[in-house]
T-cell receptor, first 115, second 115 residues
Framework: NAGVTQTPKFRVLKTGQSMTLLCAQD?????MYWYRQDPGMGLRLIHY???????AKGEVPDGYNVSRLKKQNFLLGLESAAPSQTSVYFC??????????????FGPGTRLTVT | GENVEQHPSTLSVQEGDSAVIKCTYS??????FPWYKQELGKRPQLIID?????GEKKDQRIAVTLNKTAKHFSLHITETQPEDSAVYFC??????????????FGQGTTLQVKP
């Protein structure tokens, strides 16, 4: 199993450009999450999904949109990138919380720079 | 909403010494507290977690303690080794019938173990 994968690994955007980050998991997990990681600020939740076709806002959703058309994929979109969105983005997935394990499994991250 | 504060932001210890990282949370309804370790350039990985019906949990050299009254929990690493050098994140969540698996993370602690 590949676990959680993210595409791309690195990207440089100019202000105003758009892009989509792809997260895929092969563990049949119901829950998926997008975080951003900035120095000194930990991991902050952007958006999350508790199942196919459902999404919800996290702590810092402004400037981002998400879609979960398939259970295994969770897409994060930036419609008009801003320098403040320069960050490392992590996707994670977990089982529905009636299971034994509540562990979130993280992808390898995407380093995004907006100039 | 929930807020998690983590201290210290950096911690340097000699190999073989103990290390303690502390977190406080604001939402008394939080009942699940995991700790994640992130090595340099890698993805965060769960190392230990505790639920609010337990006061302490141990796994070899690591342990977590929880004080529900004071709303704080701590990570204890004994006999530290150079491979323990990493960033450690605490988090809080609410498990239950309407839970979403959302984690609110602390700001992170960079632990350096000197040989």
């Amino acid at each position: 199993n590949a676990g959680v994968t993210q595409t791309p690994k690195f990207r440089v955007l100019k202000t105003g450009q758009s892009m989509t980050l792809l997260c895929a998991q092969d563990m049949n997990h119901e829950y998926m999450y997008w975080y951003r990681q900035d120095p000194g600020m930990g991991l902050r939740l952007i958006h999350y999904s508790v199942g196919e076709g459902t999404t919800a806002k996290g702590e810092v959703p402004d400037g981002y949109n998400v879609s979960r058309l398939k259970k295994q994929n969770f897409l994060l979109g930036l419609e008009s990138a801003a320098p403040s969105q320069t960050s490392v983005y992590f996707c994670a997935s977990s089982r529905r919380h009636r299971a034994e394990s509540y562990e979130q499994y993280f992808g390898p991250g995407t380093r995004l720079t907006v100039t | 909403g929930e807020n998690v504060e983590q201290h210290p932001s950096t911690l340097s210890v000699q190999e073989g010494d103990s290390a303690v990282i502390k977190c406080t949370y604001s939402d008394s309804a939080s009942n699940y507290f995991p700790w994640y370790k992130q090595e340099l350039g890698k993805r965060p990985q769960l190392i230990i977690d505790i639920r609010s019906n337990v006061g302490e949990k141990k796994d070899q050299r690591i342990a977590v303690t929880l004080n529900k009254t004071a709303k704080h929990f701590s990570l204890h690493i004994t006999e530290t080794q150079p491979e323990d050098s990493a960033v450690y994140f605490c988090a809080a969540s609410k498990l239950g019938s309407s839970n979403t698996g959302k984690l609110i993370f602390g700001q992170g602690t960079t632990l350096q173990v000197k040989p």
